[in-house]
Every structure is written in structure tokens, then in C-alpha cells.
């Protein structure tokens, strides 16, 4: 009997977004990851602050960690607030892990961040993406094809 699909996730408030890492990376599969959080951690994202710009995720001692990502100081923390760029774990099944792992190991490919957001439930969680990176002639290609479906869609617009 065949498995069936996992049903699709739908995100509801997004609090921080890697918008280069599209530009940046071919994206192959798309993970959605909890992340462990302290409490300050979650008031911070609550209020809409956080970035994950310039940040990474690790596979080590079969676990994930979201590397380099900066969720500010809550402003009403006082001495329970937490270290903003601290390594944050990440809540995937061991099978993802070892996938991830096996895939960022073998074929050079990288664990990039795309989203933090909160889902239905209220539960922080990472959309994660397993992804390989870009050469400069690639970049070039997908920003004029990109461009090309633009024109494509004026010229549509336009006669029809």
C-alpha cells in the first residue's frame, strides 16, 4: 500500500524571510523545521523582529543547528533575556536528519533558511531548504529568464 503524502503546511505569520537565498541558491527540497527557543526568544519573534539574513544550518553529532541567526534582546527581558546570535537547535525526525546530512556530506550541498514563522498552532517553526549554490552564469540566466517571462507577460497583456 502506497504512503500517504504528507499534508502540505501553510504558513501564517511570517517573521523573518531570507529573500537572497532564492537568488543565491538552487533550492531542492523544502524541510519545515520547530526550533528551540527560550521565552524572550519567542516574545522577540512575536514582535516581528528577527533575521536570518546571513544565516546557516549544521548537521553535527546527529542534530541540526540554525548558525548565525540574530533574534534581538526582548526590551522587557531584564536578567532572563537571552544571547541574540546564539546556535539554536532544530526539531527534525532522525530520518530527515540523516537525509540532510547524508546529502550535505556526498553532494556539496548546503542547509539554507528560508522563513521563520509562526503556524496555525502558534508554533515558531524554520522553513528550511536543502540547496546547491549558484555560479555567477546561472545567476545571469535565471535574472533573464526571469526578465523574459515579464516581457512575455506584457506582450500578452497588451494584445489580447
Same mark, same amino acid.
Request: proline content about 4%; overall charge positive.
Given at each position: ?55 546557516? @544550518?549544521?548537521?553535527?553529532? =546527529? ?60 508554533? @515558531? ?15 545571469? @540566466?535565471?535574472?533573464?529568464?526571469? =526578465? ?13
Amino acid at each position: 500500500m502506497a504512503r500517504p503524502k504528507p499534508e502540505t503546511f501553510d504558513k501564517k505569520k511570517i517573521v523573518a524571510e531570507n529573500r537572497r537565498a532564492r537568488y543565491d541558491y538552487a533550492i531542492d527540497q523544502v524541510y519545515e523545521a520547530g526550533i528551540a527557543l527560550t521565552g524572550t526568544e519567542v516574545k522577540s519573534l512575536r514582535f516581528g523582529e528577527g533575521s536570518i539574513a546571513e544565516s546557516y @544550518a549544521e548537521v553535527s553529532d =546527529e542534530q541540526v543547528w540554525l548558525i548565525n541567526s540574530n533574534i534581538p534582546e526582548f526590551s522587557h527581558g531584564n536578567r532572563f533575556n537571552h544571547e541574540p546570535k546564539r546556535p539554536r537547535k532544530l526539531l527534525l525526525h532522525a530520518r530527515e536528519i540523516a537525509k540532510l546530512h547524508g546529502a550535505v556530506a556526498r553532494q556539496g550541498m548546503t542547509l539554507v533558511p528560508l522563513s521563520i514563522f509562526f503556524n496555525g498552532r502558534g508554533r @515558531a517553526k524554520v522553513e528550511l531548504a536543502l540547496a546547491k549554490g549558484k555560479k555567477a552564469p546561472d545567476k545571469r @540566466a535565471a535574472t533573464k529568464e526571469r =526578465e523574459w517571462k515579464r516581457e512575455q507577460g506584457r506582450l500578452l497583456r497588451d494584445r489580447g
